[in-house]
């Protein structure tokens, strides 16, 4: 069955999936959307190791696998290797996010591929690097929220560490680990070669502590925890309305002059307290009670309307089922439609990226285990008794 490409942008590139989880899946993601030709490898029915990726028709698998082809395939058997050593001389890209030892195991790092195929781009994302001291320790997101600094800085102070609502350091370690195949595809265009890329969970997460991060590398100051207030810049936080709660960001001395017109509080302008960035910092306690009491009369839509008209940063806080209901949302498309075959019509997470000339679709929801194998199989020249013998000795 011949498939239309997600998009024209990668549609150059095979990529061979062996991730799992979250960090590996949602690097493929973003190739799969952009339509790359990426086969998911998976172990066949019944095979020790499983995906780990939770139940496989429930929101986050179906959410992570879209736009890919499945193939099964045992590699801890030699006829099982080989096959995926044949699929590797015609791909542009392998990615794994196993522990580091375990593709040394399986004869499948890059450096035993790299003689099959020199053009070959192989990614790999642990969760404490590929060496070093914590190279074989199992990585999970929240431990690598807490080593890169992120729950210290995380939560209202005085309340302990808190871990951030969402599994950034696996997402962040994706999207670097596909910004770092990218760029080695593009470097391959000049030199003809290959090469490992390589991203972690720890790794990724300190990237993205960013300004927190430079804040003691430059400056030796350990930040804390700063609650709902920007840890810099102030007014910025979080203001109770009469009917619920409103994000306002009102820092900077211009912006600060029309957001105090705006809710009636002139005299703040003038007040030797808040008259400057550093002193409103200072003093944000006094100032944040003194916006509360203003805030507090209104509804939050009141606000947004006026804050908004007054050219002052500010926004609802969204339950997530008001977050898809936003008509911003809505124009911007973030719900994206697919046809599953067994769960009928269902939405997924849509790019947040767009290209005018080569947009990325929502094209295949996510594939049932092994549902192409035997596609897979034939372009690599197996015919159907070959196919049915692998299928007996459980190889695929």
């Given at each position: 069955?011949?498939?239309?490409?997600?998009?024209?942008?990668?549609?150059?590139?095979?990529?061979?999936?062996?991730?799992?989880?979250?960090?590996?899946?949602?690097?493929?993601?973003?190739?799969?959307?952009?339509?790359?030709?990426?086969?998911?490898?998976?172990?066949?029915?019944?095979?020790?190791?499983?995906d780990m990726g939770g139940p496989r028709h429930g929101p986050d698998f179906q959410n992570l696998h879209r736009n890919k082809r499945s193939i099964t395939l045992d590699l801890k058997q030699p006829e099982g290797a080989e096959i995926f050593r044949r699929m590797v001389r015609t791909a542009d890209v392998v990615v794994e996010n196993y522990r580091p030892d375990v593709k040394f195991r399986l004869g499948i790092d890059y450096e035993r591929l790299k003689p099959l195929n020199r053009r070959l781009v192989y990614a790999s994302i642990s969760g404490f690097g590929q060496d070093g001291p914590y190279r074989e320790r199992p990585g999970f997101d929240q431990v690598a929220q807490g080593m890169g600094g992120l729950m210290w800085i995380t939560g209202l102070p005085g309340h302990g560490p808190v871990r951030a609502g969402v599994p950034i350091a696996d997402l962040g370690a994706g999207i670097f680990c596909a910004f770092g195949i990218l760029v080695a595809l593009l470097e391959r265009e000049v030199s003809g070669e290959g090469q490992w890329v390589r991203s972690s969970?720890?790794?990724?997460?300190?990237?993205?502590?960013?300004?927190?991060?430079?804040?003691?590398?430059?400056?030796?100051?350990?930040?804390?925890?700063?609650?709902?207030?920007?840890?810099?810049?102030?007014?910025?936080?979080?203001?109770?309305?009469?009917?619920?709660?409103?994000?306002?960001?009102?820092?900077?001395?211009?912006?600060?002059?029309?957001?105090?017109?705006?809710?009636?509080?002139?005299?703040?302008?003038?007040?030797?307290?808040?008259?400057?960035?550093?002193?409103?910092?200072?003093?944000?306690?006094?100032?944040?009670?003194?916006?509360?009491?203003?805030?507090?009369?209104?509804?939050?839509?009141?606000?947004?309307?006026?804050?908004?008209?007054?050219?002052?940063?500010?926004?609802?806080?969204?339950?997530?089922?008001?977050?898809?209901?936003?008509?911003?949302?809505?124009?911007?498309?973030?719900?994206?439609?697919?046809?599953?075959?067994?769960?009928?019509?269902?939405?997924?997470?849509?790019?947040?990226?767009?290209?005018?000339?080569?947009?990325?679709?929502?094209?295949?929801?996510t594939p049932e285990r092994g549902e192409h194998t035997d596609e897979v199989l034939r372009a690599l020249g197996y015919d159907d008794q070959a196919i049915a013998g692998l299928r007996a000795r459980k190889i695929v």
């Amino acid at each position: 069955m011949s498939r239309l490409p997600a998009s024209e942008a990668l549609a150059r590139f095979k990529v061979l999936d062996l991730t799992r989880v979250r960090a590996g899946p949602t690097c493929v993601r973003q190739l799969a959307d952009w339509g790359a030709d990426v086969i998911k490898i998976e172990l066949p029915e019944g095979a020790q190791g499983g995906d780990m990726g939770g139940p496989r028709h429930g929101p986050d698998f179906q959410n992570l696998h879209r736009n890919k082809r499945s193939i099964t395939l045992d590699l801890k058997q030699p006829e099982g290797a080989e096959i995926f050593r044949r699929m590797v001389r015609t791909a542009d890209v392998v990615v794994e996010n196993y522990r580091p030892d375990v593709k040394f195991r399986l004869g499948i790092d890059y450096e035993r591929l790299k003689p099959l195929n020199r053009r070959l781009v192989y990614a790999s994302i642990s969760g404490f690097g590929q060496d070093g001291p914590y190279r074989e320790r199992p990585g999970f997101d929240q431990v690598a929220q807490g080593m890169g600094g992120l729950m210290w800085i995380t939560g209202l102070p005085g309340h302990g560490p808190v871990r951030a609502g969402v599994p950034i350091a696996d997402l962040g370690a994706g999207i670097f680990c596909a910004f770092g195949i990218l760029v080695a595809l593009l470097e391959r265009e000049v030199s003809g070669e290959g090469q490992w890329v390589r991203s972690s969970l720890l790794q990724a997460q300190i990237a993205l502590t960013d300004f927190q991060s430079a804040r003691w590398l430059i400056a030796k100051e350990v930040p804390g925890q700063a609650g709902n207030d920007h840890p810099t810049s102030i007014p910025t936080g979080v203001f109770a309305t009469s009917d619920g709660h409103i994000n306002i960001a009102a820092s900077g001395q211009h912006i600060f002059q029309r957001f105090c017109a705006a809710i009636g509080a002139e005299q703040l302008v003038s007040d030797p307290q808040f008259g400057t960035d550093k002193l409103r910092s200072k003093n944000r306690v006094a100032l944040n009670a003194a916006i509360a009491e203003k805030i507090r009369v209104r509804s939050s839509r009141e606000w947004i309307d006026i804050l908004n008209a007054a050219g002052v940063p500010c926004g609802p806080i969204y339950k997530m089922n008001e977050v898809f209901e936003d008509p911003q949302v809505r124009h911007l498309g973030m719900a994206a439609d697919v046809h599953h075959p067994q769960l009928g019509d269902i939405q997924v997470v849509n790019q947040p990226v767009e290209l005018s000339r080569t947009p990325s679709h929502i094209r295949y929801a996510t594939p049932e285990r092994g549902e192409h194998t035997d596609e897979v199989l034939r372009a690599l020249g197996y015919d159907d008794q070959a196919i049915a013998g692998l299928r007996a000795r459980k190889i695929v």
